[in-house]
Each structure stands twice: as structure tokens, then as C-alpha cells.
């Protein structure tokens, strides 16, 4: 099993920042990739940023590219969302999620979530 647990959220004006931190345990070794997604309220869960676990891959939907960045810490054990130039579409429930076999796009395809935490982006 691993485990996952977010932070970090919060609310920001339009045009700020926040940093997610997802803090990973468990069976570890078994993680081929890490991602982030975000689900509104009445919308469907949506890729945000993958990467993989030995992070040297990443990717991110058009919808955050130069502003979203994924990123890795070995030592903590920890994947960070960094969020620049936030918009109040952005707002939303982020999830951090593991993957066992590659890194997907699709929320289905991933085997282990965090409870979530809540990003509120304000005009």
C-alpha cells in the first residue's frame, strides 16, 4: 500500500501562488508515476501535472503549462505542486495520486489518492 497525504492549499487572490505538498509512505518502490489532479464543483476530476517517480518526466495539460510545476523531493519523499499566476477557474479539490504502471492522464488509471485539499482562487 502507499500512502498520501496533501497540504497546502488555501485561499489566494487572482495572480498569486500556493504550493501543494503531497507526502508519500509506504510501498514506495511500486510508484512508477505521481500526478496531480483538481476537480470542481459539478466537473469531472481533470489531469493537472504528472511526473514520474524517478523525475525525470513531466507533463501538464495546455491549461497549466507555464504556470503549474511538479517537482520531486528523493530525500522527503514529497511531489509539490508549485501554482503561479493563479486564475479563479483554477479553483477546485487537488488530489495527489500514485501509479503503478506509467504516467497516465486519466483518473482511472491511477491506484492510490490523498483526501484532497481545497484551492480557492478569489477575483
Known amino acids: 500500500q502507499v500512502q498520501l497525504v496533501e497540504s497546502g492549499g488555501g485561499l489566494v487572490q487572482a495572480g498569486g501562488s500556493l504550493r501543494l505538498s503531497c507526502a508519500v509512505s509506504?510501498?514506495?518502490?511500486?510508484?512508477?508515476?505521481m500526478a496531480w489532479f483538481r476537480q470542481a464543483p459539478g466537473k469531472e476530476r481533470e489531469f493537472a501535472a504528472g511526473i514520474r517517480w524517478t523525475g525525470d518526466s513531466t507533463y501538464y495539460p495546455d491549461s497549466v503549462k507555464g504556470r503549474f510545476t511538479i517537482s520531486r523531493d528523493n530525500a522527503k519523499n514529497t511531489v509539490y505542486l508549485q501554482m503561479n499566476s493563479l486564475k479563479p477557474e483554477d479553483t477546485a479539490v487537488y488530489y495527489c495520486?500514485?501509479?503503478?504502471?506509467?504516467?497516465?492522464?486519466?483518473?482511472?488509471?491511477?491506484?492510490?489518492w490523498g483526501q484532497g485539499t481545497q484551492v480557492t482562487v478569489s477575483l
Open positions: 495520486a500514485a501509479g503503478r504502471l506509467a504516467l497516465w492522464t486519466r483518473a482511472q488509471e491511477y491506484d492510490y
Open positions: 509506504g510501498r514506495t518502490f511500486s510508484i512508477y508515476a
